[in-house]
């Protein structure tokens, strides 16, 4: 099994939670962490050549946001704690897209936090964990 531990991460204290404990383990085995961001985009279909210009504008500043406000700030408290620190930010579906990034880098494992919404709020919006260990390649770990 891979020492590259993959951990969605989204600025939540959750979030937090699910990656100090990925460090832990990494720096206890001498792997690395791999802090994944998603940015979920739903596609528009019918879009006029200005509606499209101006929508990959828009992604391009989303993007440069999330690495500034977000994956910089959180890659550099991260570091110097024993593990190797990566980052990545992508678009799409949260689960499918970090099943994407925990294949593409042949991570041992994924890490999440736990929201702590209601089973109802689960069931009505979705679950990005209950989506992981239904489909991940690798295990899951949920973190509360």
């Given at each position: 099994?891979?020492?590259?531990?993959?951990?969605?991460?989204?600025?939540?204290?959750?979030?937090?939670?699910?990656?100090?404990?990925?460090?832990?383990?990494?720096?206890?085995?001498?792997?690395?962490?791999?802090?994944?961001?998603?940015?979920?985009?739903?596609?528009?279909?019918?879009?006029?050549?200005?509606?499209?210009?101006?929508?990959?504008?828009?992604?391009?500043?989303?993007?440069?946001?999330?690495?500034?406000?977000?994956?910089?700030?959180?890659?550099?408290?991260?570091?110097?704690?024993?593990?190797?620190?990566?980052?990545?930010?992508?678009?799409?579906?949260?689960?499918?897209v970090l099943?994407?990034?925990?294949?593409?880098?042949?991570?041992?494992?994924?890490?999440?936090?736990?929201?702590?919404?209601?089973?109802?709020?689960?069931?009505v919006f979705?679950?990005?964990?209950?989506?992981?260990?239904?489909?991940?390649?690798?295990?899951?770990?949920?973190?509360?």
């Amino acid at each position: 099994m891979s020492g590259k531990f993959v951990v969605g991460y989204d600025g939540s204290e959750a979030a937090q939670r699910a990656l100090e404990f990925a460090i832990d383990r990494a720096a206890a085995q001498g792997g690395s962490v791999l802090i994944a961001h998603v940015l979920e985009w739903s596609p528009y279909s019918f879009l006029t050549p200005n509606e499209l210009e101006e929508r990959h504008k828009r992604r391009r500043e989303e993007l440069e946001r999330a690495e500034t406000a977000l994956m910089a700030p959180v890659v550099k408290a991260a570091s110097g704690k024993g593990a190797e620190i990566e980052s990545v930010i992508r678009y799409g579906r949260i689960a499918e897209v970090l099943c994407d990034i925990a294949k593409e880098n042949e991570a041992g494992q994924i890490f999440i936090g736990r929201n702590g919404h209601s089973a109802w709020g689960a069931r009505v919006f979705g679950s990005v964990a209950s989506a992981l260990v239904q489909t991940a390649p690798v295990p899951c770990t949920i973190v509360p």
